[in-house]
């Protein structure tokens, strides 16, 4: 069997690999016609997330022992196994062992795909236990003053707790200020191409809006296009959306469309004669 031991593209179920691919808020561990689906692993490696985390959580729910047997050998990964029954992991079971020797596998190639993302979250944790705050791309600045107490408090949870929010807070300021630029920008285009579709509003990183039928696929143009806006702050970094339709004539419901659109979909699609 060929192995190629990572991809960036989408894993296929079937394929006579194993990968690692992320999907939304999910980390994709497909191995051949396996695949363990880790539901916000995605948050949780932007967090550093550690293997003993995934291997006590989504790898044992997801996978038995004997696949994680399989594949150990598969990668030739029993001299890692060796080292944790030698060292500070000496203690655990030889199912345990199993479990965290894939779980390192897998955390390890997800930080090989985004190669400066560890770096990063140990870098904000560290700039707040400094100054006691951290700014993100657009400037906006979270106080987090307690984050220097570390040393003279000895709740792991709270520093750890705290040193999330470090993470996290650019994050959610980065959104934020991105989704109200790509909501106005795109409302003042629906606006002047007189379209009747209309956004009304966001949910995290996501927009939401009310497609009308006869312009659906210019707003959807106008939106996507402006999803992939490059801003200075984004460092050359091109960002990317994709739209989930869902048709409350069919009974669905936001969210959870059958159609997904991207931009390729929609490129193409002519704009009206401007009204305004």
Known sequence: MKIKRITRKPCVPGETFYCVHVEGNNVICRAGKTSVKGRNCGFGFLFGMSATAFANTTLR????????????????????????REQEHRG???????????????????????RRLETWINDCGTLASVQGYVISPFGARRLLPQRMYQGKDDERAVIKNLSNIAVNSPVQDYETVFMANVMINSREKFKKYGLKSHLIGTVHDSAVGFF?????????????????????????????????????????????????????DVKDVELPMRTR
């Open 61 to 84: 729910l997801e996978w038995t022992v004997a696949q994680c047997e399989k594949f150990i050998k598969d990668f030739d990964l029993t001299d890692m196994r060796n080292a944790f």
């Open 92 to 114: 655990l079971s030889e199912d345990d062992t199993a479990y965290l020797t894939v779980a390192t596998y897998f955390r390890t190639e997800f930080f090989k795909i985004y």
């Open 212 to 264: 009308h039928k006869d312009d659906e696929l210019i707003a959807l143009k106008i939106l996507l296009k402006e999803f992939m806006t490059d801003f200075p702050q984004a460092n050359g970094i091109p960002f990317y959306g994709e739209c989930n339709i869902a048709d409350p004539s069919k009974g669905e419901v936001w969210g959870l469309g059958k159609k997904e659109v991207l931009y390729e």
